[in-house]
């Protein structure tokens, strides 16, 4: 089971095609290290799509039945030097999620930045198994629509300075108050 996202609908939609267009002119996109060749190829498109129609679940499932993913990746060894690892089974959720609610939460942002509304309230979008003290401590927090913005504009693919998305599997997004 997917995010369920509060404000995923028409309005928001159209902005969050907007921030992938704003990332693709800059070429800021998030390249992950995961995909194969044809996988960053055909990443933009199929993330379009899951925007315009879809959802974290349909972009995973696009994902994973193109076969788009590298079957190993580079890793660091605790004690120095690289090894070879498997990439996860997992991979095409916890990319669909972590870049789904990236764009949903910024068009989100540009959404209540038109309409004058401030903040945006964190809230679990998806039961976890095991939820992170630090994710349960942000759920009912609100943050700078305009901060947040700019944050995940600033740090694609990466851990935004405010924490939100908090990391990948946290479940957390941001909702209108």
């Keep these: 089971m997917g995010f369920q996202f509060q404000n995923l ?72 030097g690289y090894t070879e690892a498997r990439v996860p089974v997992t991979a095409p959720e916890t990319l669909a999620e972590g870049e789904f609610n990236r764009f949903y939460a910024r068009g989100l942002c540009r959404r209540a930045i038109e ?17 992170r003290p630090e994710s349960m401590a942000m759920i009912g927090t609100r943050v700078n629509a305009e901060a947040l913005l700019t944050d995940l504009r600033v740090n694609p693919g990466i851990e935004p300075a405010l924490h939100l998305p908090p990391g990948p599997n946290s479940g957390l997004s941001v909702r209108l108050p």
């Design 9 to 80: 609908d028409d309005r928001t939609r159209p902005l969050m095609v907007d921030e992938l267009e704003y990332d693709l002119a800059r070429n800021t996109l998030y390249p992950s290290p995961r995909l194969n060749e044809r996988g960053l190829a055909a990443y933009p498109d199929l993330l379009r799509a899951a925007i315009r129609d879809g959802n974290d679940v349909s972009l995973a499932n696009d994902l994973r039945s193109g076969h788009l993913f590298k079957a190993t990746e580079r890793k660091k060894k605790p004690r120095g």
């Design 115 to 131: 309409d004058g509304i401030p903040e945006l309230v964190v809230y679990r979008a998806k039961e976890v198994e095991n939820p």
